[in-house]
């Protein structure tokens, strides 16, 4: 079973950030190179992360590492109709950098989300213009979150 091979492997003194480094860009490797990566064998993945406690911001430069190195032969599955210039728009429209954590992503959202939304606007006494212009922005940001969030997994 995996889970006993992870376990042996983390609990081993000898062992290593990079060697576990190494055991996931191979893992990931396979998966690119010999058929498609899909939501299934992600998740394998993410579960093999936890028990080694890799942490899951590396775990995703890994990935994209990979499926940049792989783009032409493979695609991701499951985010397939996703191309990553859609995803560093989305980042670039939130102001985010693609090494964002989790919980910032989270937070810049909900402070843009916060500072464009139509409703508090309107009650601002804002021109209906600048309304219409805002609610555009507001749907872009659900938008690029949307996005960011699904091919993330948050």
């Known amino acids: ?22 055991l996931l860009e191979t893992q990931l490797y396979i998966a690119f190179r010999y058929g498609r990566y899909t939501r299934e064998k992600r998740n394998k993945l993410l579960k093999i992360c ?3 406690e890799y942490p899951r ?8 590492a990979a499926h940049l190195d792989w783009q032409g032969d493979t695609e991701l599955s499951y ?28 937070r810049v959202y909900r402070r843009l989300l916060s500072q464009h939304h139509p409703d508090k606007l309107l009650a601002q006494g804002k021109s209906p213009e600048f309304i219409r212009d805002a609610s555009e922005k507001t749907r872009q940001i659900k938008g690029a979150y949307e996005l960011i969030r699904e091919v993330r997994g948050f």
Not at 1 to 22: G, I, N, Q, Y
Request: hydrophobic share 40%; net charge negative; aromatic share 8%.
């Open 1 to 22: 079973c995996w889970k006993e091979v992870v376990r042996k492997f983390h609990s081993d003194p000898a062992t290593t950030d990079a060697m576990t480094r190494l």
């Open 50 to 52: 936890d028990e080694l």
């Open 57 to 64: 911001l590396d775990f995703d430069r890994l990935e994209a």
């Open 79 to 106: 985010i397939a109709e996703i191309s990553w210039d859609q995803l560093n728009k989305a980042y670039a429209s939130l102001g985010l950098e693609i090494t964002a954590e989790e919980d910032e992503v989270k």
